[in-house]
């Protein structure tokens, strides 16, 4: 490699930091550049290793996606709970006006019609005992 490089050297006129490209001594040296290899960094380091794989990219991509689809998710469950939240309040109150309604009816009831209500009664053909 050493012997190329200084014939390389004597016969290239190449600006120095300019870029290697195909039929360089280091091609000429290691063969054709292989997939999945950084020429120059040896044998160890890969592209996804230095620069993150497509795929990584891809979902780093997906993950900011899914991150804002979560929190638009968590905001409208949020939501929808506030919104439960106060129906069962509404829905509480209007049981407990209805309960005092229906204390109230039952009250009266008793006072102006005793007996009626003491006394079972048909109705439809079932009877109908004190309420």
């Not at 600006?15 to 360089?24: K, Q, R, T």
């Not at 968590?74 to 919104?83: A, D, G, S, T």
């Amino acid at each position: 490699m050493q012997e190329k490089l200084n014939n390389s050297e004597a016969s290239n006129e190449k600006p120095i930091g300019s870029v290697a490209w195909e039929g360089d001594v280091y091609s000429q040296v290691l063969g054709a550049e292989r997939s999945g290899y950084v020429r120059g960094l040896g044998l160890g380091p890969t592209p996804s290793l230095l620069w993150g794989s497509k795929s990584s990219i891809g979902s780093t991509f997906a993950d900011n996606i899914s991150n804002e689809v979560v929190q638009r998710l968590e905001q409208e469950v949020r939501m929808l709970k506030e919104k439960h939240d106060e129906e069962m309040n509404l829905m509480k109150q209007n049981q407990d006006m209805l309960l005092s309604e229906l204390s109230f009816i039952r009250k009266f009831m008793y006072k102006h019609f005793p007996m009626e209500l003491s006394m079972p009664q048909k109705f439809n053909g079932s009877s109908f005992g004190q309420v």
